[in-house]
């Protein structure tokens, strides 16, 4: 317990630098080398990931003891209303209620746990049923505690942490005017971006109205060579109003595929300029947006494609429907709740 202990303040510890951090005003430099400035963005550029993860942990023990004092509230309350101790509470609704452990219920948890002792069953069997009472009556007073709390008005205002990441309005599919964002990140030759794609189709026609989809770039040169000048074809043909039909057309392609030639040809087929689209293409006009798009990308926290961010929550990967929708879901109640 004491080396659990250690480990958690030293997450704390951590934790709370890397909010200082975050906490800097970004227009100020936060290192110099040589009397070169580092910012704050460069920062997030290279640790973004981890301050996200941190900011995950901090919120998941923050909920988790929330959970046991909002229980030890309604408890408390219950307790209050009978004119009794919490414990006097628990004694006569839960504890008296505890069956004894039967013999071969001890003898079981005792095989399953003899490399803990070398001590014969018979020996101990009085310890090890006290052990499964206490278990019991312990998972039967936290059953209880929820049952008191599903009768109370218990409204939870802590907020999971959420990443502020924008997008790019003319890279919009479905109603601009949808109160759920999704932003994915995305390479155009990513095989898992582009097993992403039925799912993202599917979420649009469910949530029509209610959802929309903002697709950013986050090419990944070292594994997809022609990634960073796929994405910047898609842009060129964004300037003919033609990005969805462009990117459809390229992840609907055998990724390897893809090189200059498959670029202009998909450019004919889905009605462009080619004319246009080549030069286009050929001046790297878009290079240093979809450079932009990256940089925003990392200091988010996304470290491979497909990274989603629904609403400020991430999703990593090319995960199932129900992933996203209960998201989703959980969203659009909240949205409702704070309209009436």
Known sequence: MRKLAVSFVSSCVVLLLAVSLIAQNSSKPIATVNGEQIYEQELMSVAGTQLVELQKQEYKVKSEALDRLIRKKVVEAEAK????????????????????????????YYLASRSQTTLPFEQIKPQVK??????????????????????????????????????????????????VTIVEFSDFQCPFCKRAEPTLKELLAKYNGRVKLAYRDFPIPELHPQAETAAEAARCAGEQNKFWEYHDALLAMDGNKLDEAAFRTTAQNVGLNVKSFSSCLATGKFKAAVEQDIQAGSQAGVVGTPGFFINGEFVSGAQPEAEFAKIIDAELTRMASKMR
């Open 81 to 108: 209303k009978r004119g009794i101790s919490a414990d006097e509470l628990f004694k006569q609704e839960v504890d008296s209620k505890v069956a004894e452990p039967s013999d071969d219920e001890a003898k079981g």
């Open 130 to 179: 006290q052990i499964l009472k206490n278990a019991e009556i312990q998972q039967a007073r936290d059953k209880y505690a929820e049952s008191l709390r599903a009768k109370a008005e218990v409204a939870i205002l802590l907020v999971e942490p959420k990443q502020e990441v924008g997008y790019d309005p003319a890279r919009v599919r479905g109603d601009a005017n949808a109160p």
